[in-house]
């Protein structure tokens, strides 16, 4: 089975600013995702765009919320429509006339799979956020405590434990550390800071 999207350009560049809004995004996420440990892996991945976007982008508050919306997006389809995980959301966001920035941030979360080239800063934050917050997650679940006093040489031992969420890409993990410039290290101690506040 190929995710291939087959093409590199989404949306139009006429609909540049244009969002969903807080009530359509959570509408949507709640018609097409009924598995409830996908919706909060999305929540999730939304929360560290936001606030990465807010506290190491500086964004303006309009963009902090492209950022949110392309986490919270990213896998709605895959619960209904794996065979076309990707391509549907994209198609359903285009037909919305969503900004291009933001269908882009989400047709190259995982270039491996859909053949995209993560471009922007909200593309390569969204593709390195991804594998690592559901590993990071599926960690606090077996800690007696959770998150507390998670520390960063421990996501790292399971890291490199094969067998401990196998399903998550440490090839994927390694390549979005590098190519968004940032240590891995760097990503661990943020996920670990502000992953626990979403519920
Ligand atoms: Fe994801």
């Known amino acids: 089975m190929s995710l291939l999207l087959g093409r590199d350009v989404f949306g139009d560049e006429k609909n540049k600013g244009n969002v969903l809004s807080k009530q359509e995004a959570e509408d949507l996420l709640n018609d097409w995702v009924k598995n409830e440990r996908l919706k909060l892996h999305m929540k999730q991945v939304a929360h560290l765009m936001k606030s990465w976007a807010q506290e190491k982008e500086n964004l303006s508050d309009a963009d902090v919320w492209q950022w949110q919306l392309a986490g919270l997006l990213h896998d709605a389809d895959w619960d209904l429509w794996p065979e076309t995980h990707c391509k549907k959301i994209i198609e359903e966001l285009e037909k919305r006339?969503?900004?291009?920035?933001?269908?882009?941030?989400?047709a190259s979360h995982g270039h491996l799979h859909f053949g995209v080239m993560p471009q922007t800063k909200m593309d390569k934050m969204l593709y390195a956020f991804d594998e690592l917050s559901g590993l990071i997650h599926a960690y606090s679940l077996m800690r007696p405590n959770g998150y507390e006093a998670m520390d960063i040489k421990g996501v790292k031992k399971r890291l490199k434990e094969k067998s401990f969420a196998a399903n998550v890409s440490r090839e994927d993990i390694n390549d979005a550390c590098e190519r968004a410039g940032i240590g891995l290290d760097e990503l661990i101690a943020f996920i670990i800071a502000h992953q626990p506040n979403v519920a």
């Open 97 to 106: 006339n969503v900004d291009p920035e933001v269908i882009h941030a989400i």
